[in-house]
């Protein structure tokens, strides 16, 4: 079974900094890529960033590029997360999310939540301004 945890998540003021981990365990042997989605109360869930495997390449929306940072440590099985300059507008909930991938995949990092075969359960995120 595969178990996908988040931590990292907590209060922070606008123009400040967090960093989200999401650890990956239960299937040995396997590659991922990972991503990083997020949903506020009455909006839709939105994909942040997106690292393939082994992390050759990453994607992010446009409304954090420039702010936030993916990265994995794939000896530590785990994605994080670097947030800077927060806004208001960050907060919500953070879910990291793996889709089972071929080890020669360094090129799919998918931005639709739909290609995502395991999801964490969430951390919160509140920037007050």
């Known amino acids: 079974q595969v178990q996908l945890v988040e931590s990292g998540g907590g209060l922070a003021q606008a123009e400040g900094s967090l960093r989200l981990s999401c650890v990956i365990s239960?299937?040995?042997?396997?590659?991922?890529?990972m991503g990083w989605f997020r949903h506020a109360p009455g909006k839709e869930r939105e994909f942040v960033a997106s690292i393939s495997w082994p992390g050759g390449t990453t994607l992010y929306s446009d409304s954090v590029k420039g702010r936030f940072t993916i990265s994995r440590d794939n000896a530590k099985n785990t994605v994080y997360l670097q947030m800077t300059s927060l806004k208001p507008e960050d907060t919500a909930v953070y879910y990291c999310?793996?889709?089972?991938?071929?080890?020669?995949?360094?090129?799919?990092?998918?931005?639709?939540?739909?290609?995502?075969?395991?999801w964490g359960q969430g951390t919160q995120v509140t920037v007050s301004s």
């Open positions: 239960g299937r040995a042997g396997s590659a991922y890529a």
């Open positions: 999310a793996a889709r089972l991938v071929d080890w020669y995949s360094d090129w799919e990092a998918p931005r639709d939540p739909s290609d995502y075969h395991y």
